[in-house]
């Protein structure tokens, strides 16, 4: 079987992730016009790329399901780890910049995306409100989590790193309708600590430290948030605050 492999032709009205995708709030007919752009559905198969860096931007891509990483890579061949993505969610907007990607894209598990055309969705965007409201939001929401992960790196140590780490998935977890506090990790240790700038050690132990605290129960890559409140008061500084007083 190959690593991408077509599929047949979708329509976003009948989609199971339109509600977190671009086609959200737009009526029947505009969410029919935004189906004609997406020529086929893609399945990519567990470790395959989606697309490399260097690679022209051809598309956008939605998540239909699934789970992806994207990695930067620099001249030594060193690799960080810059954003996860599930249903819902739209990557390749690294290369609309330049027309070129930056990153690359993997898929985590056995996922299915939807291509859409840039060009066409541009054009598209110009007629339909609605559809350039969409595609605004979900560009401003890729400079808020740049911004959160600045804030990640700069303010917090390794354990709240983690902890505004499940807290994001966990949040994630609940707008698709699945369970906010018992989950399986997609990625492996060593990807969490790249994108969190963090060595695979100190990862484990941050792991240690919230599993003693009782914060979660972990299992392989089984999580469960046995109190999300500590997690939040972690991530808000007061865990910190607390043991200076």
Partial sequence: MPALRPLSKTTCSSCGVRELCLSVGMTSEDSERLSKI??????????????????PLRALYAVRFGFFKTTLSSEDGREQLTGFYMGGELLGVDGISDNVHVCDAIALEDSEVCPIQFNQLEKLARELPSLQHNLNRILSREIVRDHEMLLLMGNLNAEERLA??????????????YSPTAFVLRMTREDIGSYLGLRLETICRAIAYLRDKGVVRVSGRAVEILDIEKLRAMVNGCARDAKRG
Avoid: E, I, W, Y
Wanted: aromatic share 10%; no cysteine; hydrophobic share 45%.
């Fill in 38 to 55: 997406v020529p086929q559905r893609v399945r990519v198969r567990k470790g395959a790329a989606l697309f490399h860096a260097g690679d």
């Fill in 164 to 177: 505004a780490f499940l807290l994001n998935l966990s949040t994630r977890m609940f707008t698709r309708g």
